[in-house]
């Protein structure tokens, strides 16, 4: 935003005004930049299957005790302990590899 302000400054201020407004709009960039660097360095990553445990998912194929769910859109190989019957709502507790682990909900 402070780039964009510097090179309006450079062309509608007068002559000395434009550069030492162009500088200053461009130094607070350069903040501006170093600010949202150190920020967004220091975010977690969030991506990959271990950000799926403690999501719902929908049962598509029966769980006696493997089957399959679907969650945001994809389809997982689950297993469940307790058995899940098609359109059945679990919550995913754990993965292995591949796999979710997943418990029926309580209603």
Known sequence: MFL?????LLFLLPSPWNLV??????????????F?????RRQPKAVGAQT???KTATVISPCHPDGQVRISGEIWAARCAGGAD??????VVARDELT????ARST
């Open 4 to 8: 964009i302000v510097g090179i309006v």
């Open 21 to 34: 407004g162009s500088t200053c709009a461009f130094v607070l960039f350069l903040g501006e930049l170093g």
């Open 36 to 40: 949202w660097h150190r920020r967004v």
């Open 52 to 54: 799926l445990v403690g």
């Open 86 to 91: 098609l359109g059945d709502t679990v919550t």
């Open 100 to 103: 979710l682990v997943v418990e």
